[in-house]
């Protein structure tokens, strides 16, 4: 069955056919590590992930390569600033090093935790500064470089379509622009080589032809990716804020040096909005997995949160989803447990599935699907074998999962107590109050024939 995936480079579905007979190259663009990733960041790792496992399902090999931008991002995409890793060196009294190995570290622990494969390659910036320098020695004997005071940068104005991946017009961001150029030609034009401040001495930087400095944010992804998947290969992704510059600008590195735009496929997932704006790490007030995990939600809510909207919408994120998002996780994780083991899978929802999934990835289709199949005539065996199979995309981690014993606090043992003896005397204020303590502890009663039952939310 056929794969259609969305292509940004021609804004539509295309059919996926792979550009070699052994593997299919696969780059997501990396976290600049100068703090942790938070929740929206990690929606996209997730829509990469469903990807990676939906190109597995229909028996592709993937090398999937993921990036560890640790030097040359600066504050402002318009090479204006410090490097974000500087910054964040200062804010935690630590070497930019030193968080950097801090953060990697960190945000391989929340893939981990949201069941996310790991890549076949990582790939750090700083461990390819030759690769970079001579991606722009090879920019620069093609004759799309100039030299200011602080950089070598990339002149946008050589090429006719720099930008189409953004459907850029340079000709309205000339009329328009109130953009402070200093030495800059153009607007659009970026730096690939930045030099050490003469005045300062920072912790990351090289000798270079140019000068001693540090590579610019996008000449790192086009010199790995040259390097582990060729300069041509099947699939680049991101975020939906990548479209406009680092891919824009990657694209253009690699016409100038290769003749290629990269990759042939270009796909970007959605932002998670917050109270009606897009979650950021600049602004530093945002969601980590860690705030979720100490309000006793299981990471896995969260990857099943994210199945039940498509790669390419926007989602509107909440606790009250969330909390509703780990009740139905829980429930499938209590449903598929009891089931017997020794089924078939059905081969009319398997193939339901697979056209879902290979429809642009429609995974909250394919979930629907699933509690469609827990209301049909199969056999419980087969629901098991075939809810199994669905799981090597959703990645919820089904068949390893094993119900824990619950140690229930003295106090909400004794609030649940004192629940149960409200309802006896139909007193039904006072058993809503205290259900509404037990939520907010973390806990709820089920209630059954003359006895009750303590569960997690």
Excluded at 100 to 126: M, V
Excluded at 211 to 239: N, Q, V
Excluded at 264 to 275: A, S
Excluded at 356 to 381: G, H, I, Q, T, Y
Aim: charged share 25%; hydrophobic share 40%; glycine share 6%.
């Amino acid at each position: 069955m056929d794969i259609q995936l969305y292509d940004n480079w021609e804004r539509r579905l295309r059919p996926f056919t792979p550009l070699r007979n052994d593997w299919v190259g696969l780059y997501c663009c990396g976290p600049t590590v100068y703090d942790y990733a938070h929740i929206g960041n990690l929606r996209t790792y997730l829509f990469e992930d469903i990807l990676r496992r939906t190109l597995e399902w229909n028996g592709h090999t993937v090398r999937h390569v993921i990036n560890i931008t640790d030097v040359g991002h600066l504050v402002s995409d318009g090479d204006d600033g410090e490097d974000k890793m500087e910054k964040g060196s200062r804010k935690a009294g630590e070497s930019a090093w030193q968080i950097a190995d801090r953060f990697t570290a960190a945000f391989k622990n929340d893939l981990n935790s949201l069941n996310i494969l790991e890549p076949a390659i990582w790939c750090k910036a700083t461990d390819h500064i030759a690769e970079q320098i001579d991606f722009i020695s090879c920019i620069e004997k093609n004759g799309y470089t100039y030299r200011t005071s602080d950089g070598i940068y990339f002149d946008t104005s050589k090429q006719d379509d720099y930008g189409y991946l953004a459907r850029i017009k340079r000709d309205a961001i000339k009329a328009g622009s109130r953009v402070e150029l200093g030495e800059k030609r153009n607007a659009t034009d970026f730096a690939l080589w930045k030099f050490s401040p003469d005045n300062e001495q920072r912790q990351m930087e090289w000798d270079s032809p140019w000068g001693r400095g540090f590579p610019g944010w996008h000449i790192e992804c086009s010199a790995m990716s040259a390097k582990y998947l060729t300069p041509w290969f099947d699939i680049h992704c991101g975020g939906e804020d990548h479209i406009s510059i680092h891919h824009s600008n990657e694209i253009a590195q690699n016409q100038a040096c290769h003749g290629t735009r990269l990759a042939n496929f270009w796909m970007h997932g959605y932002f998670l909005q917050i109270d009606s704006g897009k979650m950021s790490k600049s602004s530093g007030d945002f969601l980590r997995l860690q705030t979720l995990l100490d309000q006793h939600i299981d990471p896995l809510a969260y990857r099943y949160l994210c199945l039940t909207a498509h790669y390419r919408s926007q989602m509107q994120f909440s606790f009250e989803a969330l909390q509703s998002a780990q009740t139905a996780l829980q429930r499938l994780r209590e449903t598929y447990h009891a089931w017997p083991a020794g089924g078939s899978v059905a081969s009319a929802y398997q193939e339901k599935f697979t056209a879902f999934v290979n429809e642009d990835l429609n995974v909250p289709r394919a979930l629907a699907l699933v509690w469609e199949m827990l209301k049909s005539e199969l056999s419980d065996a087969d629901k098991k074998a075939t809810i199994t199979e669905f799981d090597r995309i959703f990645g919820l981690g089904l068949a390893s999962w094993v119900p824990q014993a619950l140690e229930v606090p003295a106090e909400v043992q004794v609030l649940a107590e004192q629940r149960q003896a409200a309802r006896a005397a139909k007193n039904w204020a006072e058993a809503d109050r205290l259900r509404a303590e037990l939520h907010a502890l973390g806990f709820e009663v089920e209630d059954k024939a003359g006895s009750m039952q303590i569960k997690r939310l």
